[in-house]
Each structure stands twice: as C-alpha cells, then as structure tokens.
T-cell receptor
Framework: RKEVEQDPGPFNVPEGATVAFNCTYSNSASQSFFWYRQDCRKEPKLLMSVYSSGNEDGRFTAQLNRASQYISLLIRDSKLSDSATYLCAVNYNTDKLIFGTGTRLQVFP | SQTIHQWPATLVQPVGSPLSLECTVEGTSNPNLYWYRQAAGRGLQLLFYSVGIGQISSEVPQNLSASRPQDRQFILSSKKLLLSDSGFYLC?????????????FGSGTQLSVL
C-alpha cells in the first residue's frame, strides 16, 4: 500500500461548483498534513496546512480525519483559475514530507 | 524574506553525460534541503534530503548523488545519465521547527535525457 494515496482524477466541474478531494495515508503516527497546488510544469505551492480541528481559508476548507486516516480539501464556488493539480503531503514527524500523486481539477465555463 | 533559487530551468543532455543541478537558499540559515523528482504524469519522489552541511540521506538507490558543500547550497549530480533520469527536478527547503515543517520549492529543472 502506498504511504499517501490520492484519486488522480481528473475532476471536471463547472464554474461555481463545489468539489472535494480526499487523500488517505497509511501511517497512523503521521503528525503534519498539507495541501499543495501545482500548475502544469510549475513547482508545487503550499495551499494550506491541515489542522486537527479543520481550517478554512476563503473558499477552501481542509479537514483531517485521524480515525479513518484521511485528509480532505473542499473547494466552494470553483473558479476557472482553480484548475490545477492538488497534492496532499504528510509528515511522519521526521524531516521529510511524503507526497501523494496529486488530483487533477479542471474547471470549465 | 526567504527565497530559493534553482537552475537551469531546462536541460537537454545525452545519455551517458554528467549532470550537475544547483540550488541555493537565501534569507535563512541551517535549513533542511531536499531534492525531489517528478516523472511525467507521476507524483513527487523524494531523492535526497539534508539536515546540515555534509549530511545527506538517500531515499532511492540510483545513479544520482547529492552534496551540500555549504549551509544553503544543495547540488544534485550524476556521472552518467540514463534515459530514466528524465523528469522534473525540484529543490526545496524547510525550516527546522521541530515538526509541522512546510516545504518551499524552487522553480524546478526540466531534464530531458536523449
């Protein structure tokens, strides 16, 4: 089983839609969780950290479910500019982040 | 503010040629440094990371090597490139905060081995 798994998609949604991605992790000792956004042929950029209590940043909401070992990202009122690949990353309290393979989102007019 | 520089942006190399990619970080000291590779349509694979000068941890056996000759300089090398070395190489840094480290990436090098 992979350490961090994501549905590769693509998720094709119309503008204004709400879309959610999940990311599962295998190590129950995982400590830190993040969502990154990656545009085509660009470097990943930190979108948001994921906290145990859940957190929101504008149209984006991140949640952590430790019991089921997954994190989620919810995007409300999707914009064309949200089209990208979304990577989840997990830290096992070491010096390295393990990334999922990413979920591709395509928002259409 | 902290910045990370990675060069070159693109590189085309013949099979069997050497490789040297360089990455430097500014505006911080004693960072953790990383090299990742992303093959076409695939996820980020951690290749090497370093917690200090001269300290290199290798994650995947391969014909690549890494060195950290200075605190904020990280170099990825190969003596003889293989076709399978093609990919998008990303350098990254994180602060040492004892957990919850966030990674910040350089702009990447697209390497094509022909």
């Amino acid at each position: 089983r992979k350490e961090v798994e994501q549905d590769p998609g693509p998720f094709n949604v119309p503008e204004g839609a709400t879309v959610a991605f999940n990311c599962t992790y295998s190590n129950s000792a995982s400590q830190s969780f993040f969502w990154y956004r990656q545009d085509c042929r660009k470097e990943p950029k930190l979108l948001m950290s994921v906290y145990s209590s859940g957190n929101e940043d504008g149209r984006f909401t991140a949640q952590l479910n430790r019991a089921s070992q997954y994190i989620s990202l919810l995007i409300r009122d999707s914009k064309l500019s949200d089209s990208a690949t979304y990577l989840c990353a997990v830290n096992y309290n070491t010096d390295k982040l393990i990334f999922g393979t990413g979920t591709r989102l395509q928002v259409f007019p | 503010s902290q910045t990370i520089h990675q060069w070159p942006a693109t590189l085309v190399q013949p099979v069997g040629s050497p490789l040297s990619l360089e990455c430097t970080v500014e505006g911080t000291s004693n960072p953790n440094l990383y090299w990742y590779r992303q093959a076409a349509g695939r996820g980020l694979q951690l290749l090497f990371y370093s917690v200090g000068i001269g300290q290199i941890s290798s994650e995947v056996p391969q014909n690549l090597s890494a060195s950290r000759p200075q605190d904020r300089q990280f170099i990825l090398s190969s003596k003889k490139l293989l076709l399978s070395d093609s990919g998008f190489y990303l350098c990254a840094w994180s602060p040492k905060t004892g957990g919850n480290e966030k990674l910040f990436f350089g702009s990447g090098t697209q390497l094509s081995v022909l």
